[in-house]
C-alpha cells in the first residue's frame, strides 16, 4: 500500500459540516444517580441461553404478522434545518446493533500510538477476510485513527467483549495526538505478527489489518471539506484466544467471546439468548413448499 497524503479539509465554518467531536458527547448530567438505582450487572448470563425462533411453524409465503398498523414517516436527511445530529441520532439507534472495533494504530514515523473504538465497523467478506470502519470527521484535525492508517497503512482491529467495556470507552476520549490510549485505558500491550501496531491482549479475537482502500466523502455543499472516511482492511493475520477456539479452528464460542454491540444513545448490548434457523437451499425450500416450483415456471 502506497503512502499516501492526508486530504482531510475538516475545519469547515458551516455547522453541521464536520461536526466537533464534543457534539457527539451528549451530556446525561443524572447518569451516575440513574446508574446507582439500577440492578448490577449480571454475571451469570452465560452460556448464553437458546431458544426456539420467534415462529418455528412458518411456512413460506406467511409473511410477518404484524402487531399493528402503525405508518411509515418519509423523511429527507438532508432537508433543510435538519441538523446532522438527527441523522446521527436516528442512525446509531435505527442500525443496531453495531460490532465494535477497537483499533490499535501506530503513526506512519512509529513514533505514537493509538487505541480507538469504532462501531462503523463491519466484516463485509470472507476471501478474501475484509472490514470496513467509517469515520466521521471532526472539526479540529482528523481522527488520530485515520491519520495513522492513512500514514502507516496498518492496524489492529480488536473485537470487545464485555468486560473491556470500560476500559473500551475510555480509549474514546479526545486525547491529544500522540497521547497514548493504553496509558489512558489500562489494556494490555500484545505480541502482533504482520502489523507493527500492538494487538489488546484482553480482546478474544484481533485481526491484524493492512490498509486496501481508502475513501473521503466531500461535503455535498462545500466541495474540498471532507466530512467522512472509510477504510477497506484486508486481515493479514488472526489471533483467537485458545479457550474460544474449537479444534477445527473455525468457531469462536460466544461464551467466551462475549461480545458487546453498540445501539442507540448511550446505550450497549450483550448476547445473552438467541436462537437458530438453518439456511435451505433452493430444493429443499421447494420440497418443502411445491408450489414455489410453479413460481419459477411462471418466470420463464
Ligand atoms: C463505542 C464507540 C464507537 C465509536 N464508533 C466510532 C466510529 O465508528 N467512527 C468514528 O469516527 N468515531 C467513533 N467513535 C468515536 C471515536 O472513538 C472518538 O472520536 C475517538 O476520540 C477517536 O479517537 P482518535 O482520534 O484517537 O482516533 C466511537 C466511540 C465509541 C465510544
Not at 273 to 293: G, S
Request: aromatic share 8%.
Amino acid at each position: 500500500m502506497p503512502k499516501r497524503v492526508l486530504v482531510y479539509n475538516q475545519a469547515s465554518p458551516i455547522s453541521g459540516a464536520s461536526p466537533a467531536t464534543s457534539s457527539f458527547v451528549d451530556k446525561h448530567p443524572d447518569f451516575e444517580k440513574v446508574e446507582q438505582g439500577r440492578p448490577d450487572f449480571k454475571t451469570d448470563l452465560h452460556p448464553v441461553h437458546v431458544t426456539k425462533s420467534p415462529n418455528p411453524d412458518w411456512k413460506y409465503g406467511d409473511g410477518v404478522k404484524r402487531l399493528n398498523d402503525a405508518f411509515h414517516v418519509g423523511i429527507d436527511p438532508y432537508d433543510d434545518g435538519r441538523p446532522w445530529m438527527d441523522n446521527y441520532r436516528l442512525l446509531i439507534s435505527g442500525i443496531v446493533p453495531r460490532p465494535i472495533g477497537l483499533l490499535s494504530t501506530r503513526s506512519g514515523d512509529n513514533k505514537t500510538e493509538n487505541l480507538s473504538p469504532m462501531s462503523y465497523f463491519q466484516v463485509v467478506d470472507h476471501d478474501p477476510a475484509t472490514f470496513v470502519v467509517g469515520f466521521s470527521s471532526r472539526t479540529d484535525r482528523p481522527k488520530d485513527t485515520w491519520r495513522n492508517l492513512l500514514e502507516s497503512g496498518e492496524c489492529v482491529i480488536n473485537i470487545v467483549s464485555e468486560d473491556m467495556v470500560e476500559a473500551v470507552m475510555a480509549t474514546s476520549v479526545d486525547a491529544p495526538y500522540g497521547v497514548s490510549e493504553w496509558e489512558i485505558s489500562g489494556l494490555t500491550r500484545g505480541e502482533t505478527k504482520v502489523v507493527k501496531p500492538s494487538r489488546v491482549k484482553e480482546s478474544v479475537f484481533s485481526i491484524e489489518c493492512k490498509l486496501a482502500d481508502s475513501k473521503e466523502f466531500n461535503h455535498r455543499t462545500k466541495p474540498g471539506f471532507s466530512v467522512a472516511s472509510i477504510a477497506i482492511l484486508e486481515a493479514k493475520w488472526f489471533w483467537v484466544r485458545s479457550d474460544a477456539l474449537d479444534e477445527s479452528r473455525n468457531h469462536i464460542d460466544l461464551n467466551v467471546l462475549k461480545p458487546v454491540a453498540q445501539l442507540g444513545g448511550i446505550a450497549y448490548a450483550r448476547v445473552t439468548e438467541t436462537f437458530e434457523r438453518p439456511r435451505k437451499t433452493w430444493a429443499q425450500a421447494v420440497e418443502e413448499a411445491p408450489w414455489l416450483a410453479d413460481l419459477a415456471k411462471a418466470k420463464k
